[in-house]
């Protein structure tokens, strides 16, 4: 899966224990903010009739690949569709140029291939899943070659020695069908879909600061979506990322964001992932879960990502200011129907 900030490839196990704890005999899971789908895609292998959903179109393609597409269906299909995508001759075109040659994500060899799968994907009229698939084997390919520190705000000063490799594209890890019903991705806002979410169990991984996921990694919106937006700044950001603005990365709205979503959520437990470096505090969650009653609250130390330990360098590669905290603690505030005693 793609590199990601906020990820919780390293807390799947804990998270995966909590909900088992909780809902020991399977159910339904909502991942409201699904990101990566990592979540997601781990709940619907341990079983769980899982619903994702995100508001960005890259991370609705993500869960509709890894979430709501079973193997069974998709997996020769999109087998023979790789294939064909993987013979087609380089052809430079407007992803190459925002992201190789105005900016320096990726490698303008790797840029005229994504170009010329990209447009034949456009030309292919695939079912949404099948087309899903699709999209997450270039994504993903497309990180395995990228130049940056996980994040698309910057790009290296050299190349990385992957963005030099030859792009490969790759059948996603699908899973098969749940026996409990159809799993199912939605792109919607947090805030206007909560009315609508019944589940046995929602998990909550909001934004946690000002830095937005649409800016962090535009490229993929981009290239989901094939929109070829006009772009901006050494990043040659997409220009609607001055204007898609959420609440959850207000420190003055996040609040009352939050705590909409949770009043309106029909769903008996309720697992919320927020880290201390985010803008509500301990003393915050655990005044927006009082009024659900039983409340358990986990910390789990973590180091923090990549680029906060490699320090900040100017344009001549020299470093510049300090390093500050390497670590931060990860929270999973549990709200449930009943007392539970974890145990991880």
């Known amino acids: 899966m793609i590199k990601y900030i906020g990820s919780k490839r390293a807390l799947l196990g804990q998270v995966g224990s909590v909900i088992q704890t909780i809902l020991p005999d399977g159910g339904r899971v ?49 087998g023979a569709i790789l294939a ?24 303008p060899d790797n840029g005229a291939r994504i170009d010329a799968m990209r447009e034949r994907i456009e030309q292919m009229g695939l079912e949404p899943e099948l087309k899903a698939v699709i999209l997450v084997s270039l994504m993903e390919a497309a990180d395995r070659v990228d130049s940056t520190a996980g994040l698309q705000m910057a790009y290296m000063k050299k190349w990385a020695p992957r963005a030099l490799k030859p792009l490969q594209l790759r059948l996603p890890d699908l899973l098969p ?15 206007e879909i909560a009315p609508e979410i019944e589940a046995d169990l929602v998990y909550l991984d909001p934004p946690y600061n000002q830095h937005s996921y649409l800016a962090n990694y535009h490229c ?71 009024s659900r009653g039983n409340v358990t609250v986990l910390e789990i130390p973590r180091p923090r990502y990549v680029g906060a330990r490699i320090g900040i360098h100017n344009l001549k590669g020299e470093k510049v200011g300090a390093v500050g905290r390497l670590n931060n603690v990860e929270r999973l505030f549990i709200s449930t129907a009943k007392p539970v005693k974890f145990d991880l």
């Open 220 to 290: 993929w919106e981009s290239l989901v979506l094939w929109d070829k937006p006009e772009t901006y700044g050494v990043a040659r950001k997409r220009i609607d990322v001055r204007s898609r603005k959420s609440d959850f990365n207000s420190k003055p709205r996040i609040k009352a964001a939050l705590g909409s979503v949770i009043d309106n959520l029909k769903a008996p437990n309720l697992v919320i992932s927020f880290n201390d470096e985010g803008y509500l505090s301990k003393e915050d969650m655990e005044d927006l879960l009082r």
């Open 84 to 107: 064909e995508l993987g013979q087609l001759a380089p052809a430079p075109g407007w992803f190459t140029r925002n992201f190789c040659e105005e900016a320096r994500f990726f490698h």
């Open 30 to 78: 909502c991942d409201l903010f699904s990101g990566s789908a990592r979540v997601g895609h781990s709940l619907k292998k341990l079983g769980y009739q899982v619903w994702s959903n995100d508001h960005n179109a890259y991370a609705h393609t993500l869960a509709t690949g890894y979430v709501q597409a079973d193997r069974e269906v998709w997996a020769e299909k999109a």
């Open 177 to 191: 069908a749940v026996p409990g019903g159809p799993c199912v991705a939605t792109r919607a806002d947090a805030i």
